[in-house]
């Protein structure tokens, strides 16, 4: 079973037990400690150490990494010893004899299916119930499963085949909207070609309004990036300097915003495939189910922020690298026109599940490895974490090769 970007990894910092995300493993730092098994023991291996770049007792290919994959959210509060869980439509299919683990209201919480349930499924049967806790409704249940170290050091997130849905950061609810939060910033190391170490083509974003309350979805992007592999150098391709501010001229003159296109129209279904819808020119209409720009945050309570980011420092013209992280980068108010917004894409009067697309018409060639990194804002995401925007199913990739 290969990594998916939402797969979860137990790591340990200071003796303190977290989980992240295999899409953002760029947040575990090289001392964190990893839950490995070799020969059915158990053990601790520093993340260099796994990466093979430590001096410590370096992995064996036959060690492999314990990996929890959410695969089931609870849809209402199930009580303990309940033996039937109502979800969301679950994304795959579960078989029989599977166990979902939950962080409960008072502890651990786990699940046994004794019935197979389908892709879609909204109902989990489980004849011994459940076990250890209460789990409150929209609690994200996981499966543990084993991955090798090959799949780890060599699986970039494909992008090519299919649309590839990117794990958000941390996310805020219940504070005032359009407020001066910092933006936080997201990476992807991308396989756009599974026959070629490059691809020339066309790349889109997808955003996905994933809030169950749906005017509370709003996602405001302020700024995008392409490194080569090594995360310090801007790719160049032969029609643009991958560094996008989309409020920053750059040398051109032009905002990085006006490269991009954005879709219309009403588009719910997350695996098609973008290059199928129409593209229209960004404006600065706030209009419902298209990417607009603002200086003046969104329209809804809730959701979104003041401005965007510095567009002195982030300039559209291979200026400085965002770094990944939550929260990391800082607002700028230029107080100049044109000079201090983001894009978005308004979701007042929208449905939850509809998902508007950004196209970077003829972007050139990308390579397997690149970095791709996107700068959004997770300062105000919603009124509660029940009716806003969640972190899973809500930014998607797509790579068209020519």
Sequence with gaps: MGFESSDLILVERSNTIYRETYGNRANIDSSDLLLVERGNTLYKCERDDWDGGGSGS???????????????????????????????????????????????SSGHAQFTLTS?????????????????????????????????????????????????????????????????????????????????????????????????????????????????????????????????????????????????????????????????YSYYAIDDTRTKREFSYTEIGTVSSWVGAAHGISTSTYDSDGGTVLAVGNQNISQYNAGTAGDDGYIFSECSGTDTGDLTWLYLVNTGYIHNGDRIRICYFGGANGQTS?????????????????
Excluded: C
């Design 116 to 276: 197979s349930a389908s892709a879609g499924a909204t109902t989990l049967t489980g004849s011994g119930g459940l076990k250890g806790s209460n789990v409150n409704a929209y609690t994200v249940g996981g499966v543990f499963y084993k991955a090798t170290k090959t799949q780890w050091g060599g699986s970039y997130a494909d992008i090519h085949s299919a649309n590839y849905m990117v794990t958000l950061g941390t996310l805020t609810y219940g504070v005032t909207g359009n407020n001066a939060t910092n933006f936080s910033v997201v990476e992807t190391q991308v396989e756009v070609s599974s026959s070629s170490s490059s691809a020339k083509g066309n790349l889109f974003i997808g955003f996905r309004n994933s809030a169950p309350t749906a005017w509370q979805g709003d996602l405001p992007i302020a700024a995008f990036q392409i490194l080569h592999a090594n995360g310090t150098t801007f790719r160049e391709t032969d029609e643009f300097l991958m560094d996008f501010n989309f409020a920053a001229p750059g040398s051109a003159g032009v905002n990085g915003r006006y490269y991009w296109e954005t879709t219309n129209s009403t588009n719910t279904n997350a695996s098609t495939h973008p290059n199928t």
């Design 58 to 104: 370096t992995p064996v290919a036959a060690d492999l990494l314990v990996v929890e994959r959410p695969s089931a959210t609870l849809s209402m509060t199930a009580t303990l010893g309940a033996t039937t869980l109502y979800v969301s439509a679950i994304p795959g299919a579960l078989s029989s004899g599977t166990i979902l683990v939950f962080a409960g």
């Design 386 to 402: 029940s009716a806003g925007l969640q972190t899973a199913n809500s930014l998607y990739l797509r790579f068209e090769e020519d």
